[in-house]
């Protein structure tokens, strides 16, 4: 008998996609730019909540933000960017996490009340034996009253050792990415309008209690008899083109603002993009009936696809994800935002 696989498992979809995932993990994408280094804590970021529940190891390569009874933790970038590529290794919380979120995101909120911009990555805890979730979310403009959710599951666990999330935000398009796969791909267009940011940002990474939402839309609490919760980052890039908060004026142009326009999907990465939204993702605004009657006008749905989606926008089998209120705490003096 031979050591080749059967036949009869390649034509099993399951099969396919775990073997996919499997050789894509041994020969990972490289990363969207070249050449892009990693800070230290000093060199780009700031600490803006959380007194001592926030911890710099390796020289500040590495930083450490805790929940307890008493306060979360959080940091951001110290300058503003107009574009860029973000990124940070992150490992979550283990054991019983239900209704730690914490958010690694882009926003505006400090400089632009009222219309504001943000992208967001935002992993959703749970109770003991059950899987953390990734969020991911865009607003423009102040649009938070019409958001662009797209829930996940993971396929590995990220509480076992650190993985990359990034973010690269351009003029044209924003990607967002684990282990240098894109998952999710936004493409500036006519129906969009202003929903898609366009302004400066900082970047932002926190982890607070999210007790009314975050899990099974708030049946589960945090509880802080298994505090603190911690959560690692390591690996941390801000390469974007710096803002001068004053007047706005961008330190960078020319070839250097260019080159993140440059940036495209190719084949074997949108194959893998494809592969992880049919089979990982369990909530999409662009299905969800019960909040948009019509579909924003940036949806672009086939018809099979509306075969795997409730109403609800949860996809069959997903009843768990119900819950979609988008809460983020900044700083002690923003601790709670409007939510939708």
Same mark, same amino acid.
């Given at each position: 008998?031979?050591?080749?696989?059967?036949?009869?498992?390649?034509?099993? *979809?399951?099969?396919?996609?775990?073997?996919?995932?499997?050789?894509?993990?041994?020969?990972?994408?490289?990363?969207?730019?070249?050449? =892009?280094?990693?800070?230290?804590?000093?060199?780009?970021?700031?600490?803006?909540?959380?007194?001592?529940?926030?911890?710099?190891?390796?020289?500040?390569?590495?930083?450490? /933000?805790?929940?307890?009874?008493?306060?979360?933790?959080?940091?951001?970038?110290?300058?503003?960017?107009?574009?860029?590529?973000?990124?940070?290794?992150?490992?979550?919380?283990?054991?019983?996490?239900?209704?730690?979120? =914490?958010?690694?995101?882009?926003?505006?909120?400090?400089?632009?009340?009222?219309?504001?911009?943000?992208?967001?990555?935002?992993?959703?805890?749970?109770?003991?034996?059950?899987?953390?979730?990734?969020?991911?979310?865009?607003?423009?403009?102040?649009?938070?009253? =019409?958001?662009?959710?797209?829930?996940?599951?993971?396929?590995?666990?990220?509480?076992?050792?650190?993985?990359?999330?990034?973010?690269?935000?351009?003029?044209?398009?924003?990607?967002?990415? /684990?282990?240098?796969?894109?998952?999710?791909?936004?493409?500036?267009?006519?129906?969009?309008?202003?929903?898609?940011?366009?302004?400066?940002?900082?970047?932002?990474?926190?982890?607070?209690?999210?007790?009314?939402?975050?899990?099974?839309?708030?049946?589960?609490?945090?509880?802080?008899?298994?505090?603190?919760?911690?959560?690692?980052?390591?690996?941390?890039?801000?390469?974007?083109?710096? =803002?001068?908060?004053?007047?706005?004026?961008?330190?960078?142009?020319?070839?250097?603002?260019?080159?993140?326009?440059?940036?495209?999907?190719?084949?074997?990465?949108?194959?893998?993009?494809?592969?992880?939204?049919?089979?990982?993702?369990?909530?999409?605004?662009?299905?969800?009936?019960?909040?948009? *009657?019509? *579909?924003?006008?940036?949806?672009?749905?086939?018809?099979?696809?509306?075969?795997?989606?409730?109403?609800?926008?949860?996809?069959?089998?997903?009843?768990?994800?119900?819950?979609?209120?988008?809460?983020?705490?900044?700083?002690?003096?923003?601790?709670?935002?409007?939510?939708?």
């Amino acid at each position: 008998m031979g050591s080749s696989l059967p036949l009869f498992l390649f034509l099993n *979809p399951l099969f396919l996609f775990f073997f996919f995932f499997f050789f894509s993990s041994c020969n990972a994408f490289a990363s969207p730019l070249e050449s =892009v280094r990693a800070l230290s804590f000093e060199e780009g970021y700031t600490q803006i909540f959380g007194d001592n529940n926030l911890r710099l190891l390796r020289d500040g390569r590495s930083v450490r /933000i805790a929940l307890d009874e008493n306060t979360g933790a959080g940091f951001a970038s110290q300058d503003l960017y107009l574009h860029g590529f973000f990124s940070a290794s992150i490992k979550l919380p283990s054991d019983y996490a239900a209704g730690v979120v =914490v958010a690694f995101y882009m926003s505006n909120g400090d400089t632009y009340e009222r219309t504001h911009d943000e992208l967001d990555f935002e992993f959703l805890g749970n109770v003991r034996g059950k899987e953390w979730r990734l969020q991911t979310n865009v607003y423009g403009n102040g649009s938070t009253k =019409v958001g662009r959710e797209e829930r996940y599951d993971f396929w590995f666990d990220p509480t076992e050792d650190f993985h990359q999330y990034s973010i690269l935000w351009t003029h044209n398009r924003i990607i967002f990415y /684990i282990d240098n796969t894109p998952i999710r791909e936004v493409v500036r267009s006519e129906a969009m309008g202003g929903a898609f940011p366009s302004k400066p940002m900082s970047l932002y990474a926190t982890i607070w209690d999210g007790s009314s939402w975050a899990t099974l839309g708030g049946r589960y609490k945090v509880n802080y008899k298994y505090s603190p919760f911690v959560a690692e980052f390591a690996d941390l890039v801000l390469h974007g083109c710096p =803002v001068n908060p004053l007047d706005h004026s961008l330190a960078c142009e020319g070839p250097e603002s260019a080159q993140f326009n440059s940036v495209m999907i190719s084949a074997d990465q949108r194959a893998a993009m494809e592969a992880f939204r049919r089979n990982h993702m369990s909530y999409s605004y662009c299905h969800d009936r019960e909040r948009y *009657p019509s *579909p924003l006008p940036d949806c672009s749905l086939d018809e099979e696809s509306t075969h795997f989606f409730g109403r609800d926008g949860l996809k069959f089998g997903d009843r768990r994800h119900r819950g979609r209120r988008n809460r983020k705490q900044r700083s002690p003096a923003s601790r709670s935002d409007a939510s939708i």
